[in-house]
Each structure stands twice: as C-alpha cells, then as structure tokens.
C-alpha cells in the first residue's frame, strides 16, 4: 500500500479519533445532563413524596372537621328541639297569663261590685241603726206615756 493511502487512512483514522473524542464529550455530557435530570426527578419525588404527606394530612384534617361539623349539626338539631319546646311552653305561658288576667278582670269587677254592695248594706245598716234609734226612743216615750195614764 502506498504511503499515501496510509496517509489519507491515518488522516481519517485522526479524524474518526477527533469525532470520537467530540462524541465521547457529547456523551459525557449528555451523561451530566443524564445524572442531573435523575436528580430533578429524585428532588420531584421527593417534593410530591411530601405532597402525598401533606394531602394525606390535610384528608384527616378535613375528616376531622367533617367529624366536627356533623357534630355541630346534631347539637344544633337538638338545640332547635328545644327552642321549638321552648316557644310551646312560652305559648302555653302566654295562655295562661291571658286566662289570669281575664280572671283578675272578673275578679276586680267582682270585688268592685261586692264594695258597692257591701256600701249598700252599710247604709242600710246606718238607717236600720237610726231607725231602731227613733222607735228606740219612741218606745221608751210610749212606756213613759202609759206609765203616767195608769
């Protein structure tokens, strides 16, 4: 073979060395952009690792507040219970305080027309007294007169 051809072949062989070289470079840092894409996905995985955490934590937080709320629900479906007693007995109340004011009523009048009658009788008692008084001393002007006649 000619020195020539050793020559061209030697030149290529350089040149498939230097593309070699340019790609073993390449390759190496494809390799580095390789290692750091791992990284990025192992620092994700840990980020959504810690996600996963906290949603979780947050579903119990919500469960409790569920738990909590539903509570709240059944206290205050028992508190609206006993509003509604409540509002019944302030209505039997509101019943009777009219029934005894009516009655106080009736019995004002009452009393008002027992005064009047009581009143009534007083006088006539005062006139009965002051007639009885007159034929009191009629009477005794009588006896004084018979006893005097006989």
Do not use: C, P, W, Y
């Not at 840990?46 to 629900?73: T, Y």
């Amino acid at each position: 073979m000619s020195e020539v051809l050793l020559r061209e072949i030697l030149s290529e062989i350089s040149g498939i060395k230097k593309e070699m070289s340019g790609m073993k470079q390449e390759i190496s840092g494809f390799k580095q952009e390789i290692s750091a894409m791992k990284q990025d996905i192992s620092d994700f995985k840990q980020e959504i690792s810690g996600i996963k955490q906290d949603v979780s934590g947050f579903k119990q937080e919500l469960s409790g507040i569920k738990q909590d709320v539903s509570g709240i629900k059944q206290e205050l479906s028992g508190m609206k219970q006993d509003v509604s007693g409540i509002k019944q007995e302030l209505s039997g109340m509101k019943q009777d305080i009219q029934f005894l004011k009516d009655e106080q009523a009736q019995i004002k009048q009452a009393v008002l027309e027992t005064n009047e009658r009581v009143k009534q009788l007083t006088d006539r008692q005062d006139n009965q007294h002051a007639i009885i008084d007159i034929l009191s001393s009629r009477s005794i002007e009588h006896e004084a007169l018979l006893k005097r006649v006989h």
